[in-house]
């Protein structure tokens, strides 16, 4: 048979055993729960996270559509300022050039000293073959006079 001695203490081991299966029962159980807790959370924060990215990424796909379009507006803003900019310069250029055209015909320009000199020579030039000829024609005068006096 059974020996009662033995039965005793494989009883006591066995209620031993039993507690410690049921310690080990309830930390398995809370650490289970713990887990599924976690794992719980952790799901709730992914589809948080999730939600957030989505409408994060709908905002800058919109950004982008918006400064997409603000740009081309801007290129185009850009293409018709600089032809405007570029017939303005081709205006302005004209401008000068025909202001330029008239200080050359208005604007009175200094002489040089080589100019007027030579001017001063040619007018000497001039005023001395002058006096030689109104010399020529008095001294033909007064010939032309004697000799009619003589008559």
Avoid: W
């Amino acid at each position: 048979g059974i020996n009662p001695e033995y039965m005793g203490n494989s009883g006591g081991a066995a209620s031993g055993i039993l507690g410690m299966l049921e310690v080990i029962e309830s930390d398995l159980g809370k650490n289970l729960a713990e887990g599924q807790m976690q794992e719980d959370s952790a799901a709730e924060e992914y589809v948080k996270v999730t939600q957030e990215n989505k409408l994060a990424a709908t905002s800058k796909e919109q950004d982008v559509k918006y400064k997409t379009k603000e740009s081309m507006g801007l290129e185009k803003s850009l293409g018709e300022l600089s032809s405007d900019m570029q017939s303005m310069q081709t205006e302005l250029d004209a401008v000068v050039d025909y202001a330029k055209s008239l200080r050359e015909k208005c604007v009175a320009k200094p002489e040089t000293f080589a100019e007027r000199n030579a001017r001063r020579q040619a007018e000497i030039a001039g005023l001395k073959e002058a006096l030689e000829i109104l010399e020529t024609e008095a001294a033909m005068l007064q010939k032309a006079s004697k000799a009619t006096h003589r008559q």
